[in-house]
């Protein structure tokens, strides 16, 4: 199975950035996607940022021009760029991936890192 190992997070004040890792433990053939999704205090779990074997993006309104997804396979890797960051950016952020591996299609899930946006 693929397992995924999320670095980056962290305190920031507001109008900071950080930048979000998520390593995979193996290579997958043929992506579906790459997503990251983010939740906050007492909120349910939204989409972020997704992006598509292809290279297509897709972001919440909240983040547009702010987060930047992207891809390293040559190091198993996805990232979050988060600039800008508001302290209504504050939550949990989760990587998933969904791809092939072994002739089997996975949806793998990082166990989320902090993220926290104060002055």
Sequence with gaps: QVQ?????GGLVQPGGSLRLSCVASRSLFNIVHMRWFRQGPGKEREL??????GGSTNYVES????FTISRDNAKNTMYLQMNSLKPEDTAVY?????????GTLVDSWGQGTQVTVSS
């Design 63 to 66: 983040v547009k021009g702010r």
């Design 48 to 53: 972020v940022a997704a992006i598509t074997s």
């Design 4 to 8: 995924l190992v999320e670095s980056g």
């Design 94 to 102: 989760y990587c998933n991936v969904k791809g092939w591996t072994s």
